[in-house]
């Protein structure tokens, strides 16, 4: 039984598919469920393969079962059912704690631009889980090894298509950066930042007001992006947008230092130049 479990667990992993594991870790009194009764619940509800309880507990478990993938946070429970009125609705005798678990694909960084904060931004993904994908035509895969697709092709969104569980960065170094963003927020990401200065942050929001595009879905845009770590180099400024990403995953504060912002610290300046330095290095 654990096997056929277990096989199919694969199978939805490798499909990408989102899907729990419920598993009984306690027992008391009358329940035809056994501790270590294991189901799989899919990213709809409906239980796929396994048993915890039948009826009893298996509205339960499958409802609990979708806040855990939406909130992406295992669960222990406790069923009741001994009590009609309180518990499940269905008085089977017994109490059961049953532990969720939420198997969830990697969500994507997409990174578009190359040059070193790309690179970092990279690295950075890798170790915190997200799965990479670049998308810049001047990118090599030598710069890259943590990439699993390189994508050379401009505003190619079938290639990279958008999704919401997408982290997309815009690492451009202000080469066609407002393109890319108009064509990002086209999608339904969980997080699109722009990597720059606040004025060119400035000039690129307001292109994308004139071009028609909703108030509400600029507001969305991470711009400049990061959290306001006083980054002064490429590495730290790769650093302060995986810690805004990180954040916003976890329930964290994640916003950016305010873009009307005038009084500019001695570290904003920093962290321009590093931005402007980045696009002479990598000016043909």
């Known amino acids: 039984m654990f096997t056929d479990l277990y096989t199919k667990a694969a199978e939805l992993a490798s499909r990408g598919q989102p899907f729990a594991i419920a598993t009984v870790v306690r027992v008391e009194g009358s329940s035809s469920a056994r501790r270590g009764s294991k189901a799989i619940?899919?990213?709809?509800?409906?239980?796929v393969l396994g048993w915890v309880g039948?009826?009893?507990?298996?509205?339960?478990?499958?409802?609990?079962a979708l806040t855990s993938l939406e909130t992406e946070r295992p669960r222990m429970i406790t069923v009741d059912m001994s009590d009609e009125e309180l518990g499940v609705g269905m008085p089977c005798g017994g109490t059961m704690d049953i532990f969720i678990e939420p198997v969830l694909p990697k969500p994507e960084l997409l990174i578009i631009g190359h040059g070193r904060i790309a690179e970092t931004l990279a690295v950075l993904g890798d170790l915190m889980g997200f799965s990479i994908t670049v998308n810049d035509p001047a990118a090599e895969r030598s710069a890259f090894p943590q990439a699993e697709r390189l994508v050379t092709e401009d505003f190619?969104?079938?290639?990279?298509?958008?999704g919401a569980k997408s982290f997309v960065v815009i690492a451009t170094q202000h080469k066609r950066d407002h393109l890319w963003l108009e064509k990002a927020l086209q999608g339904n990401a969980a997080y699109v930042a722009l990597i720059a200065s606040r004025h060119r942050a400035r000039l690129v929001l307001d292109y994308l007001r004139a071009g028609g595009t909703a108030e509400e879905k600029i507001a969305t845009v991470y711009a400049p992006a990061g959290l306001h770590l006083g980054a002064s180099t490429p590495e730290e400024i790769a650093l302060s947008v995986i810690s805004q990403m990180v954040s916003l995953r976890r329930g964290g504060g994640a916003s950016s230092l305010p873009l009307h912002?005038?009084?500019?610290?001695?570290?904003?300046f920093v962290t321009d130049a590093v931005i402007r330095q980045c696009e002479a290095d990598v000016a043909p």
């Not at 039948?54 to 609990?64: F, K, M, P, T, Y």
């Open 54 to 64: 039948g009826g009893c507990a298996e509205s339960a478990v499958r409802s609990e």
């Open 156 to 162: 190619d969104l079938t290639e990279t298509p958008i």
């Open 261 to 268: 912002e005038e009084r500019l610290s001695g570290c904003d």
């Open 41 to 47: 619940i899919d990213q709809f509800g409906k239980l």
